[in-house]
């Protein structure tokens, strides 16, 4: 069927945070399950919002301070030189971090 078809193209497509999309929340709402997120080079902010993939917990949208637990698929690939701050949970038993320095805001 043509939505399947769709779906595993869609999933070879990486995300890039930035450039695709400013925060890790808004990366998550554009990849499909089973999907990458390349972090690009900088430092960057876990940033999210609430919504179905995720949880955001108290924090101001773009900072630091924001909790985001991840309940998506997802495979996250840091380049060289990229870091995320904040706070990150994996709430799911599947997807991957890669190459990602993760600092905690607390």
Known sequence: DCEDLVFEILKHIPVLMPEH?????????????????????????????????????????DTAETTYVLRKDIHLVGEKGS????????????????GLKLQDAG
């Open 21 to 61: 999309a400013e925060t890790l929340g808004e990366a998550v709402d554009m990849a499909v399950c089973g999907a990458t997120i390349i972090v690009q080079r900088g430092e960057h902010t876990v940033g999210a919002r609430p919504d179905h993939n995720g949880e955001c917990i108290p924090g101001h949208r």
């Open 83 to 98: 870091m995320l701050r904040g706070m990150l949970v994996l709430d799911t038993n599947k997807g991957s971090i890669r």
